[in-house]
């Protein structure tokens, strides 16, 4: 197969990667660092290239509200966002799962406010992790080109039906260029058939969407969405299998590197997981038995499979580019705790706060977090949560 | 054996220029850009990242954002290499420095974090041996052109950044100059790219 290769930015990858996909409907509001993806795309309108509806709303309350709208017509809907953005999409983000939307949301990692920043963190992405929407992250523009288009199978799947966001952090990814792999349109369209919708809004049709449902069935709805979840890893780890048929290009849940033969392992995600990998290299080259696991499908969380790549295991390094305030660890760390309690042969867990508002974790740093998660593990902490990468 | 030999003597060899352990079989090379916010130190990253992926090679490409005004030191990032590489930080030891403005000489330390035995390329009108005073050239390739006068006399405009682009090139043949042509007129089409590539062919030659 003769690959196709363009230059392009994790953004403008998105917004091409959309552009094969055509969805119906397109509702967003301009957001740094997601605002070339609606940009390019706006482009593609105003020339014609694509025939998607596209809505330039006032707010992103207003641009998940018009998506949901959409979407329950039957049609193929997508939007980006980012930090601020997101939070403001919050309330809606419910509605969307709720009324089983399978909506794709584009997300440009960001701090949140206050004090303002514009650069990469991803805990924009992982607070939304309790309102039922598939969630995926990206390491690369490559990624962000594909996990733009898996989202689309994924959600709009019938055992899923639930929507799907995917986040690739600011700047770093964004706006970087890198080469990117690309698909024809004809590709996309027999990977990605058109949505087949039984129950919308239509004007022959008398249905009603978003009732008042109390005491006696709101807890069942919750449980169905709880089975869709549960539907979505299967689907997922389907769809991204059907997918490296497709490019040949090996796209999994998790991403394994040198995991085999390892006494040692740094778990990450994002961008940061290109960083584990280059210092599992540089570390390796000293004779350390180390490895790097990226988690790119983080909701629904796949603890089984993250359980047996990390089985008999020393010590993780749980690189996390996100914060939280007054937790037991960090969010990712949190996850895999559970994931891991009470399981045999498990290890010690690591979690380490960086990279908060675009600071740079460099790789020599991280090659004296993991020396440190080494430590701990020699003195039988099982346990330990720090921040690094910061002035003291 | 032979193979083996190969490989020990390619080692070595990275050993050396790396001056520190060995970090990857790769060889990665890290471009930074100075400029000064409104030269188009973005456009030349980008353009320098295209040309090397035309060619094959991979890229991670970017610049540095921040509150940049017009006039402000900015730098942008280019990562290249022949190989496949995972590594996503800013550039800090980078291996080619491109100033694209001269007066950055007396602002910024443009050769900071120059790796030993790397190239920095500069924009500057006076003698070679003169840049002597502004950073320490004894364990670095160092080179000049007139950017800022091709600029003008070429494109009509001090916008130097794909000169030196030229001069980058013909020193370093990170990319080949048919493959920055190809993607610079492809950015500008029409009278705009034929001009720059006049004058990225000029400091091609002129560079010393």
Redo the contacts between chains.
């Keep these: 197969m003769i690959k196709q290769?363009?230059?392009m930015?994790g953004n403008e990858a998105v917004a091409w990667a959309a552009k094969l996909v055509n969805p119906d409907v397109i509702a967003a509001y301009p957001i740094t660092p997601q605002t070339i993806i609606v940009e390019r795309y706006s482009e593609f309108v105003n020339n014609g290239e694509v025939d998607t509806s596209f809505i330039p709303v006032e707010s992103e309350h207003s641009a998940m509200s018009s998506c949901v709208g959409a979407s329950l017509t039957g049609a193929r809907v997508f939007t980006a966002s980012a930090s601020a953005g997101l939070a403001l999409m919050y309330e809606i983000l419910y509605v969307a799962s709720g009324l089983r939307c399978p909506i794709v949301l584009a997300v440009a990692n960001r701090a949140f406010s206050a004090p303002i920043n514009?650069?990469g963190e991803c805990t924009d992405q992982l607070v939304c992790r309790d309102a039922s929407w598939v969630s995926l992250f990206g390491?690369?523009a490559q990624e962000a080109y594909d996990e733009t288009i898996m989202s689309f199978k994924i959600a709009e799947h019938p055992d899923v039906l639930l929507p799907t966001m995917f986040g690739i952090e600011g700047?770093?990814?964004t706006?970087?260029?890198?080469?990117v792999e690309i698909l024809s349109k004809s590709e996309v369209d027999s990977f990605l058939p058109e949505r087949d919708v039984d129950l919308k809004f239509c004007p022959d049709e008398t249905n009603t969407f978003g009732s008042l449902v109390l005491q006696d069935y709101y807890m069942e709805i919750k449980r169905q969405q709880e089975e869709a979840m549960t539907n979505a890893y299967r689907v997922t780890k389907e769809v991204m299998e059907e997918f490296t048929e497709l490019t040949g290009r090996t796209m999994e849940i998790l991403e394994k590197y040198k995991l085999d033969d390892a006494d040692y392992a740094i778990v990450s995600y994002g961008?940061?997981?290109?960083?584990a990998?280059?210092v599992v290299?540089?570390l390796r080259?000293?004779g350390e038995k180390v490895g790097a696991l990226k988690i790119r499908l983080f909701r629904p969380f796949p603890s089984l499979d993250i359980y047996k790549a990390l089985k008999g295991i020393k010590a993780v390094t749980i690189l996390d580019r996100s914060v939280t305030f007054g937790s037991p660890g960090t969010i990712v760390q949190n996850d895999l705790a559970s994931a891991l309690y009470g399981r045999e042969n498990i290890p010690t867990l690591h979690g380490y706060i960086n990279g908060l508002g675009g600071r740079?974790?460099?790789?020599p740093e991280i090659e004296e977090v993991y020396e440190m998660s080494k430590h701990y593990n020699e003195i039988n902490m099982s346990s330990t949560t720090d921040w690094v990468g910061y002035r003291k | 054996m032979n193979t083996i030999f190969n490989l020990y003597i390619f080692v070595c060899r990275v050993n050396l220029y790396y001056n520190t352990?060995?970090?990857?079989l790769a060889e990665i090379m890290d471009v930074r850009i100075n400029g000064r916010g409104g030269q188009g130190a973005v456009t030349a990253?980008?353009l320098l990242?295209?040309a090397a992926?035309?060619e094959?090679?991979?890229?991670?490409?970017?610049?540095s954002?921040g509150p940049e005004r017009a006039g402000a030191p900015v730098t942008s990032f280019a990562r290249i290499s022949a190989e496949p590489?995972?590594?996503?930080?800013?550039v800090?030891e980078p291996h080619i420095v491109v100033v694209i403005d001269p007066t950055l000489l007396e602002d910024v330390p443009v050769a900071d974090g120059l790796r030993a035995e790397g190239t920095i390329v500069v924009n500057y009108d006076g003698l070679k041996e003169s840049l002597m005073k502004y950073f320490d050239t004894t364990h670095v390739n160092f080179y000049k052109v007139s950017g800022s006068k091709i600029a003008i006399e070429e494109i009509g405009r001090n916008v130097p950044n794909l000169v030196m682009l030229g001069a980058l090139i013909k020193v370093t043949r990170i990319v080949s100059l048919e493959s920055l042509i190809k993607v610079t007129v492809n950015r500008f089409p029409g009278i705009l790219g034929e001009k720059n590539v006049s004058a990225i062919k000029r400091a091609f030659e002129e560079v010393e």
């Design positions: 290769v363009k230059g930015t514009i650069h390491e690369s700047f770093i990814v706006h970087a260029l890198e080469r961008a940061t997981a290109g960083n990998k280059a290299d540089r080259a000293k740079v974790l460099t790789l | 352990m060995v970090i990857s990253s980008r990242g295209e992926i035309l094959g090679q991979y890229v991670h490409a970017f610049p954002f590489f995972t590594e996503k930080t800013e800090y």
